[in-house]
């Protein structure tokens, strides 16, 4: 199985409401990611988990909170998004953080209006 | 600052052709290079990647080539399908940052 599942596949929120972005592997991978990529750009780094633990946090607005409640999951919590932060969000994961290969899921497109 | 540059922005190959995708980074850290596929509305799937002591790597029509004093890399796509067109982006790792070119659309005339 070297699949990465992302739940929902599309979202639309308001700029008032809470909602969360699931992300789940069986590969056995230690180390997890969340990407945001606009359309027509490459995806862009938001945080990366390592041992269930934040590793990097590439500077992003504390709307976005991201969340490792085991080796397996990963979710991204949103909550008083902007219009700008409509995107397809990507999770991935890998073995580890150095030099090994990246499994992306299908993302999940979300629209905040 | 731009880390990785990609080139072309985008390509159109006939059917059995070659494709040729450039990047180029400035991040001496970088140890790892992935090249990725995109389908419009799928996430990126890796290609083929390779690490800075290999000049070159190929998986089946896929090759890349690798110049470490350079500091470019290169994706060669043998024989190109219609299948193949695709958004391409090149990647350059280290440490689990991942920083991606800009892309490269490529479309294979039949």
């Known amino acids: 199985d070297t699949e990465v599942t992302q739940t929902p596949k599309h979202l639309v929120m308001g700029m008032t409401n809470k909602k969360s972005l699931k992300c789940e592997q069986h590969m056995g991978h230690r180390a997890m990611y969340w990407y945001k990529q606009k359309a027509k750009k490459p995806p862009e780094l938001m945080f990366v988990?390592?041992?269930?633990?934040?590793?990097i946090n590439e500077s992003v607005p504390s709307r976005f909170s991201p969340e490792c409640p085991n080796s397996s999951l990963l979710n991204l919590h949103l909550h008083a998004l902007q219009p700008e932060d409509s995107a397809l969000y990507l999770c991935?994961?890998?073995?580890?953080?150095?030099?090994?290969?990246?499994?992306f899921g299908q993302g999940t497109r979300l629209t905040v209006v | 600052q731009q880390q990785v540059k990609q080139s072309p922005q985008s390509l159109i190959v006939q059917k059995g052709g070659i494709s040729i995708i450039n990047c180029a980074y400035e991040n001496t850290a970088f140890d790892y290079f992935p090249w990725y596929q995109q389908f419009p509305g799928k996430g990126p799937a890796l290609l083929i990647a390779?690490?800075?002591?290999?000049s070159e790597k190929k998986e089946g029509r896929f090759t890349i080539s690798f110049n470490k004093s350079a500091k470019q890399f290169s994706l060669h796509i043998m024989d190109s399908q219609p299948g193949d067109s695709a958004t391409y982006f090149c990647a350059a790792s280290y440490a689990g940052k991942s920083t991606f070119g800009d892309g490269t659309t490529l479309t294979v005339k039949p």
């Open positions: 991935a994961s890998s073995q580890g953080l150095m030099n090994t290969e990246a499994f």
């Open positions: 390779i690490r800075p002591d290999v």
């Open positions: 988990y390592s041992y269930e633990k934040l590793s």
